[in-house]
């Protein structure tokens, strides 16, 4: 079998994150129990040495929950939680050293850093800062909402999507603090949302949620920036849905961008070609 928990959104009443067992050989998925005592549990991170799961509760006065998981049960207890000092977090991911829990604020444009203690328990707050600015779209982008963050696999820069600005802003880790490196400017109106990074750490690619596109970055470790290559549609020709984010930028037989659509139950796929790896469809 194989083991996975699932963040819902719901009241601290009720269950809101559910440990779910998938049959290898047949596919079949059930849910096996349930860990209430955390409001919209949206986002969850998994440290699989400490076997600790992260978890942001998104509401007006944000958390994020540090649960320690049972080897035997699997079973959640929470060892530590603390305020985001945001509101309307939505991600949170670690460092690639295990150092530090990043979370975004949706709501107020705030991004958090916290230091990580022994056996995965969340720490102080090391470093907040808050975006400031707007996009294109007036329903959607009239403030800064950071959808998500996450460190390259090289160590080197810290990546935020800014669904509200039209931006991926890049950010050194300096002693626990974000300070800024470089703004790369989003086509206006596209809503970045999530980024992943191609296995070899040369390419990234960018789910845009307002207006259905992914875009494929050259990433240059070394110097800290983005290089635009493409700007690909997901959808199919005469349709018109929300892509919300990108789940898996690449598989070795083939390679592929995977991608969940949020007002429909669907996904899709796109084709990367193999030198490049650049999009097709």
Not at 161 to 177: A, S
Not at 261 to 272: H, N, Y
Request: include cysteine; charged fraction near 25%.
């Amino acid at each position: 079998m194989t083991y996975f928990y699932i963040g819902t959104y719901g009241s601290a009443e009720e269950k809101g994150i559910y440990l779910g067992e998938m049959n290898r050989e047949t596919g079949d998925l059930q849910l096996v129990d349930g860990a209430s005592g955390i409001e919209n549990a949206t986002f969850l991170e998994w440290d699989e040495l400490h076997r600790v799961l992260y978890a942001v509760s998104e509401k007006e006065n944000s958390e994020v929950f540090a649960y320690a998981a049972d080897p035997e049960t699997r079973k959640l207890k929470v060892i530590s939680r603390k305020a985001t000092e945001s509101s309307g977090a939505c991600h949170v991911s670690r460092s690639r050293d295990g150092k530090y829990l990043f979370t975004t604020g949706y709501s107020d444009g705030r991004i958090s850093v916290f230091a990580l203690e022994g056996e995965g328990a969340i720490g102080e707050i090391s470093s907040l800062i808050r975006h400031s600015g707007r996009g294109l779209r007036d329903d959607r982008q009239s403030e800064a909402h950071p959808h998500s963050i996450f460190q390259d696999p090289h160590h080197e820069y810290v990546v935020v999507c800014d669904l509200g600005m039209d931006n991926v802003n890049l950010y050194r880790l300096e002693d626990g603090k974000l300070v800024t490196h470089r703004e790369i400017a989003m086509p206006p109106g596209s809503g970045p949302r999530h980024v992943a990074f191609h296995p070899s750490g040369q390419w990234m690619y960018c789910v845009n949620e307002l207006n259905c596109t992914v875009t494929v970055f050259a990433y240059d470790s070394t110097f800290g920036d983005l290089k635009t290559l493409q700007h690909v549609s997901t959808l199919p020709p005469g349709v018109r849905w929300r892509i919300r984010r990108l789940r898996s930028p690449y598989r070795l037989a083939g390679g592929f961008c995977m991608l969940r659509t949020g007002d429909m139950t669907a996904s899709c796929s796109i084709s990367l070609t193999p030198r490049t790896a650049c999009c097709k469809r």
